[in-house]
């Protein structure tokens, strides 16, 4: 049974979410304050975070930060009853795997549910060509695909869920140029039109964790007019 945390302040949306959640097997463990929210994420380490971004005592951007640096991987998808870009960026740029903007469908809601526990039971091989690999060294990184580990000059790089799957994806497959709906398909696990920012915001993310110098990026290479792709030789 999976284990869901809802972090959200009006009651008739938790009561929705809870019925289809239910549905779909999970327990749901909900709470309408930021700093509640945090607590919970910290206390039980949940399958899955539903995050609203306008939260009383701390709102959801600032509880995203301070879950990721607990180093809590937990997937989240945030809510926004805001429609500025600027917000649905922010949130990924500060670790949350997806967003759905109010008011949004059930049907849109349990796909993207059931996307991330469907990439959560393929693991971490996607697409990774039929290697058998389950470490890939290029230079001074590392890419643990069974330990869910990435090491950097032998330093740990903590990412999150999506950002470890882009790059299991990109560095299996080096020289592979995917286009941004590609993979928005493979990672996210569904059909996401319009949304290609996020693969670049994910992108951008992983960057600026492994690369040395992010206007000259060494691993993940930008293939102009498709998309990205890891760099073959290396």
Known sequence: MKKVLIIEDDPE???????????????????????????????????????????????????CQKIRAKNIQSPIIMLTARSEEIDKVLGLEVG????????????????????????????????????????????????????????????KVELSPKEFELLVLLSSNPGKSYDRSKLLNLIWG????????????????LRSKIEPDMSNPKFILTTWGVGYKFNEEL
Do not use: W
């Not at 979410?17 to 380490?45: F, M, N, P, Q």
């Open 190 to 205: 569904y059909d996401f039109k319009g949304y290609e920012h996020t693969v670049n915001s994910h992108i951008n993310r």
């Open 96 to 155: 949350a795997d997806d967003y759905l903007t109010k008011p949004f469908s059930v049907r849109e809601f349990i796909a993207r549910v059931k996307a991330i526990f469907r990439r959560q039971k393929m693991g971490a091989t996607i697409d990774s060509g039929g290697s058998s690999q389950k470490i890939l060294l290029f230079g001074n990184l590392t890419v643990d695909i069974e330990m869910h580990k990435v090491t950097l000059d032998g330093q």
């Open 13 to 63: 949306i938790i009561h929705l979410l809870e019925i289809h959640l239910k549905d779909l097997h999970c327990e749901v463990i909900a709470v309408t304050s930021g700093e509640e929210g945090l607590r919970k994420a910290i206390d039980t380490v949940p399958d899955l975070i539903i995050l609203d971004i306008m939260l009383p005592e701390m709102d959801g951007i600032e509880v």
